[in-house]
């Protein structure tokens, strides 16, 4: 599910900003942007989002401001740079004639020669306030995947619900279809002059039992009903169950799948393009789900 957060903590002088979002994956991955002075801390970072994160891709970025009162920034100067425009300023005074008076103070005013550094920080003195940022991030994103969670439960349930009714239209249409299949097997013995065999003729009864052991559509209906009540199921907890709604929508396909290929019926095979139609739309929420 989709999602920002962003969290901010203040200590020592220094200000840690925290800002999380997350898009869609089937796994859980993190990409986080964090400064030189907190590297050593990141693993513990990492290892808060995945803590409260069990699918989707997060990128996040902790960055750090210096207070006036702490910003005490020093300059380093860069030998090996001044050394450089000595070198290229005296050949040029000889090559011009001209008198190599050049002073310390103009050398110094030279691009690169003066660096400013930031105060070194030690990481580990802001594991705490980067965490507790972060843990502001990770409840403010947590908060906006929930209303998203429950806007995709409604609709899943919706649409459960439609294949439900549409479940149930195959399993009313089912006898029918068997029923219909004896009278065609006897109009084709009709058309081809050949006795019409009676009610307890073995040979009708053979094909016939024949036929419904080939074309039973009940197994495969007993399974869907149970993949509806497990994805039902799953829409009433709070922990994380995309990867099982996944799975249950795979299996689900399945058996619509066998249920279309096994009837041999033209309304059933209607039905069969509406369940998958409709299980597809399922399918690609489930992605979104956590």
Same mark, same amino acid.
């Given at each position: 599910?989709?999602? +920002?957060?962003?969290?901010?903590?203040?200590?020592?002088?220094?200000?840690?900003?925290?800002?999380?979002?997350? *898009?869609?994956?089937?796994?859980?991955?993190?990409?986080?942007?964090?400064?030189?002075?907190?590297?050593?801390?990141?693993?513990?970072?990492?290892?808060?989002?995945?803590?409260?994160?069990?699918?989707?891709?997060?990128?996040?970025?902790?960055?750090?401001?210096?207070?006036?009162?702490?910003?005490?920034?020093?300059?380093?100067?860069?030998?090996? !740079?001044?050394?450089?425009?000595?070198?290229?300023?005296?050949? &040029?005074? @000889? #090559?011009?004639?001209?008198?190599?008076?050049?002073?310390?103070?103009?050398?110094?005013?030279?691009?690169?020669?003066?660096?400013?550094?930031?105060?070194?920080?030690?990481? @580990?003195?802001?594991? $705490?306030?980067? %965490?507790?940022?972060?843990?502001?991030?990770?409840?403010?994103?947590?908060?906006? /995947?929930? @209303?998203?969670?429950?806007?995709?439960?409604?609709?899943?349930?919706?649409? &459960?619900?439609? &294949?439900?009714?549409?479940?149930?239209?195959?399993?009313?249409?089912?006898?029918?279809?068997?029923?219909?299949?004896?009278?065609?097997?006897?109009?084709?013995?009709?058309?081809?002059?050949?006795?019409?065999?009676? $009610?307890?003729?073995? /040979?009708?009864?053979?094909?016939? *039992? +024949?036929?419904?052991?080939?074309?039973?559509?009940?197994?495969?209906?007993?399974?869907?009903?149970?993949?509806?009540?497990?994805?039902?199921?799953? &829409?009433?907890?709070?922990?994380?169950?995309?990867?099982?709604?996944?799975?249950? $929508?795979?299996?689900?396909?399945?058996?619509?799948?066998?249920?279309?290929? %096994?009837?041999?019926?033209?309304?059933? #095979?209607?039905?069969?393009?509406?369940?998958?139609?409709?299980?597809?739309?399922?399918?690609? !929420?489930?992605?979104?789900?956590?």
């Amino acid at each position: 599910m989709t999602g +920002y957060g962003r969290g901010e903590c203040a200590a020592k002088g220094v200000h840690i900003t925290v800002e999380l979002n997350t *898009v869609n994956r089937k796994q859980a991955e993190v990409s986080l942007g964090i400064p030189p002075a907190l590297e050593s801390i990141e693993p513990e970072l990492r290892d808060m989002i995945l803590a409260s994160i069990s699918r989707g891709r997060v990128n996040g970025r902790v960055a750090l401001q210096h207070s006036g009162a702490s910003r005490t920034v020093s300059n380093a100067v860069n030998e090996e !740079q001044a050394r450089a425009y000595r070198r290229e300023l005296v050949r &040029l005074a @000889k #090559s011009l004639k001209m008198p190599d008076n050049l002073s310390l103070e103009t050398l110094l005013r030279l691009p690169g020669v003066l660096e400013p550094s930031e105060p070194t920080l030690d990481g @580990k003195a802001f594991r $705490a306030p980067a %965490k507790r940022a972060l843990g502001q991030a990770l409840e403010a994103l947590q908060a906006m /995947r929930e @209303k998203e969670g429950t806007n995709l439960g409604r609709d899943l349930a919706k649409r &459960l619900a439609g &294949l439900r009714r549409v479940a149930r239209r195959v399993a009313r249409r089912a006898p029918a279809v068997l029923k219909q299949h004896r009278e065609r097997l006897i109009e084709r013995l009709n058309n081809a002059n050949v006795e019409t065999p009676g $009610a307890d003729d073995e /040979r009708l009864l053979r094909e016939m *039992v +024949y036929y419904t052991d080939r074309m039973d559509i009940t197994e495969e209906l007993t399974r869907l009903d149970s993949h509806f009540a497990q994805l039902e199921q799953c &829409l009433r907890v709070t922990q994380p169950v995309g990867r099982k709604l996944d799975f249950l $929508a795979q299996e689900m396909f399945r058996e619509i799948n066998t249920i279309g290929s %096994k009837a041999n019926d033209g309304v059933i #095979s209607g039905e069969v393009v509406t369940l998958k139609t409709e299980l597809e739309k399922i399918r690609e !929420q489930v992605q979104n789900v956590e």
